[in-house]
């Protein structure tokens, strides 16, 4: 059981990893553009996130707080893209804000996984 909870873990961080590295890709260009690579990440990490907010393969108490406000972060991300892939339809790019956001609140849930014990 705790084998099959480090693979989901492993999930979890390919879909944090191709998230971030699609938005990282489009930041080192300088282009303020939204892939599909970015919703493909967010939805791994999504659905991988949910397995792990069950508590199974463990001896600890989850931190359901914690859990919270990862799956409120994610919806905001969430939201962004969606809002970001409308407006990229119809202007070819999205605001920088927009941009700027969908990386930093993805970073903000990797830290707050990591830091917050
Ligand atoms: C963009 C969205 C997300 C990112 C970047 C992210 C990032 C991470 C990272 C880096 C870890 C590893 C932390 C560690 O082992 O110390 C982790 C663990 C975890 N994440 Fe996420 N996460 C996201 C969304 C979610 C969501 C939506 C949920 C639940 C609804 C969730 C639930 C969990 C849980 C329960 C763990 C701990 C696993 C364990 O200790 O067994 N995550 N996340």
């Known amino acids: 059981m705790e084998i099959l909870r480090?693979?989901?873990?492993l999930v979890h961080l390919v879909g944090f990893a191709l998230l971030f590295g699609a938005w990282a890709v489009e930041a080192v260009n300088r282009r303020y553009a939204v892939t599909r690579l970015m919703n493909y990440g967010l939805l791994v990490a999504?659905?991988?996130g949910f397995a792990l907010a069950a508590p199974w393969g463990i001896e600890y108490d989850l931190n359901y707080v914690k859990i919270?406000?990862?799956l409120v972060v994610l919806l905001a991300?969430?939201?962004?893209?969606g809002i970001g892939s409308?407006?990229?339809r119809r202007n070819g790019s999205v605001p920088p804000a927009l941009f700027w956001s969908i990386g930093v609140l993805?970073?903000?849930?990797?830290g707050i996984a990591v830091l917050w014990r």
């Open 86 to 88: 409308a407006r990229q």
């Open 68 to 70: 919270g406000v990862k």
């Open 6 to 9: 480090h693979v989901v873990l």
């Open 77 to 81: 991300i969430g939201a962004l893209l």
């Open 46 to 48: 999504g659905v991988a």
């Open 106 to 110: 993805t970073l903000l849930n990797a």
